[in-house]
């Protein structure tokens, strides 16, 4: 199948120059890239990745209580009727 039509895209600068250096690192071009993820999208009728919304990115002093919880550093007590008092127990 030929290629025959083209795409214009409009894009922030910063997050072109990051990615190209990434597909660059990757043997890719941005037109490869692309035509990838079409094939991708028409073979599983969706977007080929999890979109993340940075809303759903931890805040670092909440990675840092992750990490203290799962290495058995911190314990935890509640129920908490607060944030507040969360917080409290947390020292932070």
């Known amino acids: 199948m030929g290629k025959n039509t083209t795409i214009n895209l409009r894009v922030n600068a910063d ?6 250096r990434i597909l660059d690192a990757m043997g890719l071009t941005f037109s490869e890239a692309f035509n990838l993820m079409l094939h991708q999208i028409k073979i599983q009728r969706c977007l ?16 840092t ?11 935890l007590t509640g129920p908490f009727s607060s944030k507040g008092e969360l ?5 932070i």
């Open 15 to 20: 997050i072109k120059e990051q990615a190209g």
């Open 65 to 75: 209580f992750i990490e203290r919880a799962e290495s058995g550093k911190e314990e």
């Open 87 to 91: 917080r409290k127990s947390l020292d």
């Open 48 to 63: 080929p990745f999890e979109v993340i919304s940075y809303s759903h990115i931890p805040r670092p002093e909440t990675l």
